[in-house]
């Protein structure tokens, strides 16, 4: 299969994945939406605070560290796997560059966990 062929289809695939994720969230709120309006017009009274409750900010799961970590190893991963399997410098020098991109977002995902972490502890502290 030729490069061209392959980058085509790669970027329809992850094309169709987005696309498949929007409408799965977009399913996700209407059913949402839905069940609101269902609550509201049965019993007015308690909408107030189903809507209170619903409105309040969840903590984060911890996505982001994870998400980091994943993308660091995959730097790392992109940027050993040719030193290791081949002696061709250009070949090399190309995949140490194609490997900063997950590591640089990986690393700043990290720091930025680790600043909102430590946002956290001060606020707690004080």
Known sequence: MP??????????IAGATLL???LIRLLSTTITHRTIRKAV???PNLADGLL?????????SGGDE????????IGIAMAAAPII???????VRLAIAASLFPLLVGGALWLRFRAAQR????AGGE
């Open 66 to 73: 994870r998400l980091a970590i994943i993308l660091v190893a």
């Open 20 to 22: 498949i994720l929007a």
């Open 41 to 43: 017009e049965a019993n």
């Open 85 to 91: 399997a081949i002696d061709d410098r250009g070949i």
């Open 3 to 12: 490069l061209t062929e392959m980058v085509v289809t790669v970027s329809i």
């Open 52 to 60: 209170e409750r619903m409105s309040t900010r969840r903590e984060p």
């Open 119 to 122: 946002a956290k502890r001060r």
